[in-house]
């Protein structure tokens, strides 16, 4: 059955199915059922090759079927196949096809091929299943048509079976082999039935459907929280990753952190270091002076000589010392700072063309704002909705022409059915009565067997038999009378000659009694022939006066129903019967048209105020105004010149979104350059670039300025090397009289100042060295380590991620809680109501000796005795009583669970533990529900098919072996015999 859903998934709408013109109602989630309950009818099972059975048809019918056959017969092996043929042997809820054991169990015994069709009937449609069991292969076609319809059901993902008997049924394979269809010896209740029950139950009540699964719905979201969020203590799930990588970043950071600060260390070692060189150069350059004074005190005639170079080195010195600051400027930060300065440079260009970027979407942003905000009301309607519009106008007018045409199908049919009344209104059909038939049928029965009586056959072989002993009675005198004529001529001589013969006379004296006996005996018998005759002369007499009477009375009902014979009273009541049929199909029809008639007119009505507020919403359509093609035009015009519009304006947005986050990133990187070479310009005790580029240059000039100096002092000492005492007498001695000599100048003084002076240098390369060593630890710590910043960005990214992941997997867990809760709370529902129909149905089995039945949670079935008024566990009961508990259970959880009364109930040898009594009340309540409902019950006993004709109830047999007599055939055989 193919069922089109007319309005996707909106809730409350309609479905049709087929052609056929039965509506069904979809309910929320997707699910469909028919109202009042859809009737299912097993009509045709084909084996082709299926266990035991090869190429076996059996034809079923509505109400009750026997299926009648001794042990081993093959009962149970039909029931798994209507199993199989409905659901296959697969397991559920399975991720991949998972086969059960009946799949082997089953396999024929003399055929390769492991196949069969059914047909069964839902409401007034047919259909055939085709199922190869090897192949695992299975195919759903209309019967009428032939046409493949397997795939307009759902398939599942695992097991690849296909839906077609839980849409029909509105159950599952679970439910369908542990209520509606019943196993030998099934009469207690298992954990998975109950599990399957709550379920279905939590599925109806909480989703509005049977056919969404709560069980599927929480794997579902177990198998999305494993697999997208997790949890910490899986280190392979997503959440355990980010918490591996943000406790690596973290680590990181730290290890970042601590190196920075180990640098911050250097730094501050540095600034500690620099104060003590530039005080060891003080100290140098004053014990420079001194021995430099000191040389010119003993040496002033010398020095007299190199006054010029004198002159030049001091003012190199003085520049050099004017200079000193600069003396270790760090000219390796040199090449950062003009990285830098270009980077800036380049980034805030980009800036600048983001910025005019930025401000022409703005602008190009404002004539669709102007036009979205004018057509704003059109951002309120359903668009996916609306899109349909163009079929419900379809819809619409098709409707409209359905309507007109089942009006005229209307006034077809009353005038048909009027043609019939007045048909049955004349008399010739009111004479005649089906007892009329029973009686002239019984009648000339009767009439047929006593004129076909065996009575005159009795009477001629009576005649016979008289006739018979008459001639012996006579032949028995003749007889006597030439005993006694040959007695006395033998006596004659006997007494004349000898008186010893005379002993000869004891023989026909024995002859004589012999024949007198039997002569005896021959008039007795013959008396009691002659008494028999006469009895059957009268029995013959009372029969024809009998034959007679009947005669009369069979002409009367012949006379009195207006016909000559019972065979053509039985065509007129026949011919009568089909009037009726068709005058009762007629009016079948005829409501159903009528309530066609009216579905239509209510759906179009429908459709047209669907359309009328679509168009209304848009100030198209005003109350009166027909609904035209161009209104239907204008409307999808407006409505798609509105989403382009939209998603133009969407757009810009989202290039303004994206140019303000590309501003911001370059305003972030602009802003961490400049912060780093504010650290370098801090480091190296400048201001700003140019201060800093100056400082480089005054570093390149004190290098220039020392070369220069050693140059002159290279000279200068070379003019004292050469010089001799004239020369050295030449010298300025007003040196002599500095203020600066302050004790005498002896050569010691001059070693003990050079000494003095080689300490301060050793202070001073010491200084240098560590000053060095410094630096080349900050280069090398920093060295292969991302920033800081970057760091903590990253880390930033990965706790939200996290956090947003955490967030998820306690929403599914609040999620698979409430649904679990929500399960649990059915029960509180669902067993008022059960046990009040179990109720009632063990009430009318057991002849209303146990009235409160109550049953938990997981099936447990406790009921009140009469005799202590208390509750107990049937369990307790007799084995037959505890059969009778769970039969009435079983079939109230599947009419409450698939709510519908009308699916075939199949019962396998479920009543052995019954005696008579309790038999006779189960079969009375089969026979009342085999009224609304098809029924199929195998058993290996002839009591259950004697017992329903007892009752005289309405049902089919179908014989699994050779046919046999049942017990009350074989007493009405035997009384006919005698």
Not at 425 to 441: H, T
Not at 529 to 544: A, C, M, P, R
Request: proline share 2%; aromatic share 8%; charged share 35%.
């Amino acid at each position: 059955m193919c069922l089109e859903n007319e309005r996707g998934n909106r809730q409350g709408r309609w479905s049709r199915k087929g052609n056929t013109g039965e509506f069904f109602v979809l309910r929320p989630g997707g699910s469909v059922r028919k109202e009042g309950g859809v009737k299912v009818i097993i009509s045709r099972l084909n084996l082709k090759g299926f266990g035991k059975f090869k190429n076996r048809e059996i034809l079923l019918t509505e109400g009750l079927n026997i299926i009648f056959g001794p042990n081993e017969a093959g009962k149970t092996t039909l029931q798994k196949f209507i199993e199989g043929m409905f659901f296959g042997f697969k397991k559920p809820y399975k991720s991949r096809r998972v086969f059960t054991p009946e799949i082997q169990s089953y396999q024929p015994w003399e055929s390769e091929i492991y196949a069969g069709i059914m047909e069964y009937q839902v409401q007034d449609k047919k259909y055939l299943v085709e199922r190869d069991f090897n192949r695992d292969e299975v195919t759903l076609r209309d019967s009428l048509t032939g046409e493949d319809i397997t795939t307009s059901f759902t398939q599942h993902k695992g097991t690849k079976e296909f839906n077609f008997a839980e849409a029909h049924m509105n159950i599952n394979r679970n439910i369908f082999s542990n209520t509606i269809s019943i196993s030998q010896g099934q009469c207690v209740s298992d954990e998975e039935l109950a599990k399957e029950v709550s379920t279905k139950l939590s599925n109806i009540n909480y989703s509005g459907s049977g056919d969404i699964s709560i069980r599927k719905a929480c794997m579902e979201l177990e198998k999305v929280l494993r697999e997208q969020a997790g949890s910490e203590n899986a280190p392979k799930s997503p959440i355990g990753i980010l918490k591996k990588q943000i406790e690596d970043l973290e680590e990181k950071k730290v290890e970042v952190e601590g190196i920075f600060n180990r640098v911050r260390g250097y730094e501050a070692e540095l600034a500690e270091i620099r104060p003590l060189i530039l005080d060891n150069l003080e100290k140098k350059r004053k014990k420079e002076g001194e021995i430099k004074l000191l040389n010119e005190y003993l040496q002033a005639k010398k020095l007299k000589s190199v006054k010029e170079q004198e002159q030049k080195i001091s003012k190199i010195n003085q520049h050099i010392y004017s200079l000193e600051k600069y003396r270790y400027f760090p000219l390796k930060q040199k090449e950062r700072i003009i990285e830098i300065k270009e980077a800036v440079k380049n980034l805030e260009s980009n800036l600048e063309e983001i910025t005019k970027s930025l401000k022409k979407q703005k602008e190009m942003r404002k004539q669709p704002q102007k036009y979205v905000d004018k057509y704003n009301y059109c951002h309120q309607i359903n668009m996916e909705s609306a899109s349909y519009i163009t079929r419900d106008y379809a819809l619409y007018k098709s409707f409209q022409e359905q309507v007109i045409h089942k009006e005229k199908l209307v006034e077809t049919l009353e005038k048909k059915l009027q043609d019939i009344k007045d048909e049955l209104k004349k008399d010739f059909w009111n004479s005649s009565s089906e007892k009329d038939l029973y009686r002239g049928e019984k009648l000339e029965e009767e009439i047929n067997q006593l004129r076909n009586s065996p009575l005159k056959n009795k009477i001629d072989f009576m005649e016979e038999k008289r006739a018979m002993l008459k001639k012996e009675i006579k032949n028995t005198k003749n007889l006597f009378i030439v005993i006694l004529i040959l007695s006395g001529t033998i006596l004659i001589p006997v007494f004349l000659f000898h008186h010893l013969f005379i002993l000869m006379m004891t023989i026909p004296a024995y002859l004589s009694y012999g024949i007198y006996k039997n002569r005896g005996f021959y008039h007795k018998d013959f008396k009691k022939v002659e008494s028999e005759i006469e009895k059957l002369v009268n029995t013959d007499y009372e029969e024809q006066e009998k034959i007679k009477k009947m005669e009369d009375e069979l002409k009367e009902v012949l006379k009195r129903n207006k016909v000559v014979t019972t065979r053509d009273l039985r065509v007129k009541i026949s011919q009568y019967g089909v009037l009726l049929s068709e005058k009762d199909r007629l009016e079948r029809d005829l409501r159903l048209a009528r309530r066609e008639v009216k579905d239509l007119f209510s759906r179009h009505r429908e459709l047209e105020q669907e359309i009328t507020s679509f168009l209304k919403s848009v100030f198209l359509w005003k109350e009166g105004e027909e609904i035209t093609d161009e209104k239907i035009e204008e409307f999808k015009n407006r409505l798609s010149n509105f989403q382009s519009t939209f998603n133009l304006l969407k757009n810009i947005n989202e290039k303004i979104e994206e140019l303000e986050e590309n501003r911001l990133r370059l305003e972030r990187e602009i802003n961490h350059l400049k912060e780093e070479a504010e650290y370098i310009y801090i480091s190296a005790g400048v201001n700003d670039f140019e201060e800093f580029m100056e400082g480089c240059q005054k570093n390149r000039e004190i290098e220039i300025m020392l070369e220069q100096r050693k140059k002159h002092e290279e000279v200068l000492e070379a003019v004292m090397e050469g010089a001799s005492l004239q020369e050295l007498k030449k010298i300025d001695l007003s040196v002599l009289d500095s203020p600066q000599i302050k004790e005498e100048v002896t050569e010691e003084t001059i070693i003990r100042k050079q000494k003095e002076l080689e300490k301060i240098n050793d202070e001073l390369s010491r200084a240098k060295s560590k000053h060095g060593e410094f630096e080349a630890k900050i280069e090398a710590a920093c060295s292969g380590f991302p920033s800081l910043p970057e760091i903590e960005e990253e880390l930033s990214m990965k706790r939200e991620k996290r956090d947003y992941l955490q967030q998820q997997a306690t929403a599914l867990r609040t999620a698979v809680k409430m649904i679990e809760i929500v399960a649990r709370d059915i029960h509180r529902d669902f067993a008022p109501r059960l046990n009040e129909k179990v109720s009632k149905l063990i009430s009318k089995i057991t002849e209303d000796r146990y009235k409160q039945v109550k049953i938990s949670k997981d099936l447990g079935i406790t009921v009140m005795t009469p005799e202590t008024g208390k509750h107990v566990n049937i369990h307790e009961l007799s084995g037959g009583t505890i059969d009778q508990f769970y039969f009435s259970a079983r079939v109230m959880i599947a009419d409450l669970v698939t709510g519908n009364r009308n699916l075939p109930l199949i019962l396998d040898d479920c009543f052995v533990h019954y005696d008579r009594k309790r038999l006779k009340e189960a079969l009375k309540t089969l026979t009342e529900i085999a009224r609304n409902r098809q029924i199929i019950l195998f058993t290996c006993h002839s009591r259950e098919i004697d017992m329903l004709k007892e009752i005289k109830g309405k049902f089919q047999v179908f014989n699994l072996e050779e046919p046999r007599l049942f017990f009350l055939d074989r007493i009405k055989k035997k009384k006919e015999k005698v």
